[in-house]
């Protein structure tokens, strides 16, 4: 099971604010969430084959492309933001 600790450090990673219910409730989701995946570390898959034709060798992914650029539609999207510079949404720098 993970300590407090833990589950606080990662909360702080994720951005999240829990108070301490949410910790020890976090605590609990978390170890069942790492039993289950040890659960399938556990699964013997070495007599499995893959179907070549099954897996995707390409991309398929859509095009990013802008749905609408109206002005209307981007001054809307900028009245949102908690904070923005000249036509750009600002956020926090997260890479230093």
């Known amino acids: 099971m993970l300590t407090k600790e833990e589950v ?19 605590q ?5 969430i790492l039993e289950y995946i040890d659960q399938l570390n556990k699964v013997d898959v070495s ?7 099954k897996i995707i060798s390409e991309n398929v992914l ?4 802008p749905i609408s650029q109206s002005p209307e539609t981007i001054e809307k999207m900028l009245e949102q933001a908690p904070e923005r510079e000249g036509g ?3 956020v926090k720098e997260i890479l230093t």
């Open 28 to 32: 609990k989701d978390l170890a069942e």
């Open 88 to 90: 750009h949404i600002k």
């Open 62 to 65: 859509r095009k990013d492309v």
């Open 47 to 53: 007599e499995v084959e893959l179907e070549k034709e």
């Open 8 to 26: 606080v450090h990662i909360a702080k990673l994720a951005r999240l604010e829990l108070t301490d219910q949410e910790v020890a409730k976090m």
